[in-house]
């Protein structure tokens, strides 16, 4: 009893031993994401004012796509945080979104928008402190601390929003039917400031509104997805095609398209030369189409004479007999000229009875097999 008690204790410590070893060797680290993320929640992530936003019922997408295919509807709000190397012609695709009736929420420390009048100033030295946050929209006495040195100068095209002892943090401009809204202070929506201080209080006001979408800029910060060849396209365009296809391929089902391959039985290919003629010999007869079947004959004997001799199909009897004298023997171009004279004939003549197109038909089988061997 004493040895298996001892056995089990040894598992168990070993167990245990193996399991803190691993642990301090492989210890599992979390991945170091880039900041202002929206889908981070790591302290340099925003995910904590999305959540909140999405909880209150906004409507909040990330957008992932170069700035030029940004939707044309209106009524629409971009929330883009420290972007990475915003190209002027970015920019003034965003202006023109802007102006069609939606708007730009910016954060950003360091402003570098020509077409905007957001202008700064240094205050070097005097940054990174607690200080009295006061705007439009805030009630109360707020604190919060910028970790900038730069403040807004005053124009007359910008509405200040947010303002401390030093000068500007945030103010507004109208951009054709839309506004374009700039706070200096990006790290005040990071996951580890937002709870500090007054930060959330000064800048929620300003984040939500009654727009059918928030857009989150998310191509800046390295996530990015490149559009499809389909995304010049409308939707219902797409979705259209989409139908049509669909239905066209219950069309082909049930008209019964085979797709596989196609297996002929040997009794087909060993009976299908006679009865083919038989069948077809007896639509003729049945119809009474001996006339149209000795047109089909001879127009195949024509069809030959071009092929062998070049003399043209519509050519006259003479001229085929002169060409026949020159390649045959007079014997067989006799024969050849009695068997255009009974086709001339046969032409002309009312009534042409099966008897008859058989005789002829023995005429034109002598020829044409005259003609094939040439």
């Known amino acids: 009893m004493n040895s298996l008690r001892t056995y089990r204790v040894g598992i168990v410590v070993a167990t245990l031993l193996l399991i803190i070893v691993g642990w301090l060797i492989v210890k599992p680290t979390a991945k170091q994401l880039p900041p202002y993320l929206a889908s981070s929640a790591q302290p340099s992530g925003i995910k904590a004012v999305l959540v909140l936003l999405e909880e209150k019922g906004k409507q909040v997408k990330e957008w992932r796509q170069p700035m030029r295919f940004l939707p044309t509807a209106t009524g629409q709000a971009m929330l883009v945080v420290e972007p990475e190397r915003l190209m002027p012609e970015e920019q003034i695709a965003i202006l023109d979104w802007v102006s069609e009736g939606n708007d730009l929420i910016l954060f950003q420390s360091r402003p570098e928008w020509e077409d905007l009048p957001f202008y700064t100033e240094n205050i070097r030295g005097k940054e990174n402190q607690e200080r009295n946050i006061q705007g439009p929209l805030v009630q109360g006495r707020?604190?919060?601390?910028?970790?900038?040195?730069?403040?807004?100068?005053?124009?007359?095209?910008?509405?200040?929003?947010?303002?401390?002892?030093?000068?500007?943090?945030?103010?507004?401009?109208?951009?054709?039917?839309?506004?374009?809204?700039?706070?200096?202070?990006?790290?005040?929506?990071?996951?580890?400031?937002?709870?500090?201080?007054?930060?959330?209080?000064?800048?929620?006001?300003?984040?939500?509104?009654?727009?059918?979408?928030?857009?989150?800029?998310?191509?800046?910060?390295?996530?990015?997805?490149?559009?499809?060849?389909?995304?010049?396209?409308?939707?219902?365009?797409?979705?259209?095609?989409?139908?049509l296809g669909i239905l066209l391929l219950l069309y082909v089902w049930w008209r019964g398209k085979r797709f596989g391959p196609v297996y002929t039985l040997r009794e087909w290919t060993v009976r299908r030369g006679d009865e083919t003629l038989l069948a077809v010999s007896s639509w003729y007869e049945r119809r009474g189409l001996a006339q149209d079947a000795l047109r089909h004959r001879e127009a195949y004997m024509r069809q030959l004479l071009?092929?062998?001799?070049?003399?043209?199909?519509?050519?006259?009897?003479?001229?085929?007999?002169?060409?026949?004298?020159?390649?045959?023997?007079?014997?067989?171009?006799?024969?050849?000229?009695?068997?255009?004279?009974?086709?001339?004939?046969?032409?002309n003549e009312g009534r042409y009875s099966p008897k008859i197109l058989l005789a002829d038909s023995l005429l034109l089988d002598e020829i044409t097999k005259r003609l094939e061997k040439e």
């Open 142 to 243: 707020f604190m919060g601390k910028a970790g900038t040195s730069l403040r807004f100068l005053e124009d007359d095209d910008m509405e200040p929003l947010l303002y401390d002892d030093q000068g500007i943090l945030g103010g507004r401009t109208e951009v054709g039917d839309g506004s374009v809204t700039f706070f200096l202070v990006p790290e005040w929506l990071t996951n580890q400031k937002i709870e500090r201080l007054s930060h959330f209080e000064a800048i929620w006001p300003y984040v939500q509104g009654d727009w059918s979408v928030l857009w989150i800029d998310e191509y800046h910060h390295g996530l990015q997805e490149k559009p499809g060849f389909l995304a010049i396209y409308p939707g219902w365009l797409i979705a259209a095609c989409m139908q």
């Open 306 to 347: 071009y092929d062998r001799w070049g003399v043209h199909q519509r050519a006259d009897r003479l001229e085929i007999v002169r060409y026949a004298k020159t390649r045959w023997t007079n014997q067989e171009a006799e024969r050849f000229d009695h068997l255009l004279e009974r086709l001339d004939q046969a032409k």
